[in-house]
């Protein structure tokens, strides 16, 4: 978007941690003959797949971590694994340097959902996919609006599709001002628009 680009490596081991991944940020300040890495972002936990999605839009950064495991959970097997996690992180000196301003997840999160298999942004909006493929949902999507420039979000809607195939829904997700579309892979696919 403009002169940043977003780059995952979801399955990136870290010094700690494995496949925790990683989100790297570069900016050009020459129309694009040159990118420079500004910013790094690992993840925390085991098997996190940070970087699976990432999305971005003027001085805002989405980035899924679509098997984070609940922070309750320590480092053992847990009930609460696979749910998922979005992180937004904003620059406010014209990409210099970025912070995290808000680790988001569902109200209603559950294991194995995949919360943050998709996101896009636009604008104070932030849509986030759950597919929920490994045990057979339906899948969900999650928008999040911020109304204090990006300080905090809260969840405004939960978007399903009554006819979606299990596994199916928020595979991938956009939006543009308004309008969302959350898509579905499954058979022939489908997208839908809300």
């Known amino acids: 978007d403009g002169n940043t680009v977003v780059v995952g490596n979801p ?54 971590a679509r098997e984070e495991k609940d922070s309750s959970c320590g480092s053992g097997p847990c009930l609460l694994a696979g749910i998922g996690k979005a992180y937004v992180f904003r620059t406010t000196n014209g990409g210099v340097t970025y912070g995290q301003v808000a680790k988001l997840t569902a109200a209603d999160a559950a294991a194995e959902d995949d919360f943050g298999r998709s996101v896009a942004i636009s604008g104070d909006s932030v849509v986030v996919g759950a ?6 949902g339906t899948g969900m999507a999650y928008v999040f ?16 599709a009554s006819d979606a195939a299990a596994g199916d829904f928020g595979g991938s997700v956009a939006i543009a001002g308004s309008t969302i579309v959350v898509g579905a892979y499954s058979g022939s696919g489908s997208a839908y628009v809300f």
């Open 11 to 64: 399955t990136r081991d870290t010094n700690i941690y494995n496949e925790a991944g990683i989100a790297y940020i570069f900016r050009t300040a020459d129309e694009g003959a040159t990118y420079a890495q500004v910013a790094m972002y690992t993840g925390s936990k085991d098997y996190a797949k940070l970087g699976y999605s990432v999305a971005v839009d003027g001085d805002t950064v989405v980035v899924g």
């Open 131 to 136: 597919h929920q493929w490994s045990i057979g």
């Open 145 to 160: 609006q911020t109304s204090d420039g990006s300080a905090t979000y809260e969840q405004v809607a939960k978007l399903t």
